[in-house]
T-cell receptor, first 113, second 118 residues
């Protein structure tokens, strides 16, 4: 069974601060996705990383895939209240969950005004 | 809009009753997924349909759960003899491409059905 551990589970910070959340596994994934989910809605894809060591930027969000493709991080610079939500990572590998995709349990992020 | 839709948005039922949850995927998407999300938790895979292939039922938690997809489009998830531990948000997603070596695709999620079993 492929497992993705996300940390921290909960994070509450002030607007304007920086933060990093992590997604770790003992398994190798051929690609990894980050989704954000707001209350009452389904998750929405933010980014997919495919190559070990890859870094992708989406405005104030920076995503990194570990060199060994076992872990990933999401860094948010100057957090805004609109960043509040549940951040889920999902890794793809053969033998994984739905069509190869396994989700972590998520990081609940609250940005205080 | 042309996103994934789910109905009902909320369902309250009594223990032991059967429930049916519906998912309308994005038109043209060949893959359809059902997940369960308990309060504050991540997504638990339930079942996956791809085109006309036999569904991957490996995530269904018990034989009380079943799903079908008619005409390669609309899907219904049925839970028989509901139990209190079935209470959760049931999310449906669809995607255009099939996962494969070196390939990836985006899953588009519906808003979910919140099921409460009393």
């Amino acid at each position: 069974t492929q497992l993705l551990e996300q940390s921290p589970q909960f994070l509450s910070i002030q607007e304007g601060e920086n933060l990093t959340v992590y997604c770790n596994s003992s398994s190798v994934f051929s690609s990894l996705q980050w989704y954000r989910q707001e209350p009452g809605e389904g998750p929405v894809l933010l980014v997919t990383v495919v190559t070990g060591g890859e870094v992708k930027k989406l405005k104030r969000l920076t995503f990194q895939f570990g060199d060994a493709r076992k872990d990933s991080s999401l860094h948010i610079t100057a957090a805004q209240t609109g960043d509040t939500g549940l951040y889920l990572c999902a890794g793809y590998s053969s033998g994984g969950g739905a069509d190869g995709l396994t989700f972590g349990k998520g990081t609940h992020l609250i940005i205080q005004p | 809009g042309a996103g994934v839709s789910q109905s009902p948005s909320n369902k309250v039922t009594e223990k032991g009753k059967d429930v049916e949850l519906r998912c309308d995927p994005i038109s043209g998407h060949t893959a359809l997924y059902w997940y369960r999300q308990s309060l504050g938790q991540g997504l638990e895979f339930l079942i996956y349909f791809q085109g006309n292939s036999a569904p991957d039922k490996s995530g269904l938690p018990s034989d009380r759960f079943s799903a079908e997809r008619t005409g390669g489009s609309v899907s219904t998830l049925t839970i028989q003899r509901t139990q209190q531990e079935d209470s959760a948000v049931y999310l449906c997603a669809s995607s255009l491409k099939v996962w494969g070596a070196g390939a990836y695709n985006e899953q588009f999620f519906g808003p979910g059905t919140r099921l409460t079993v009393l």
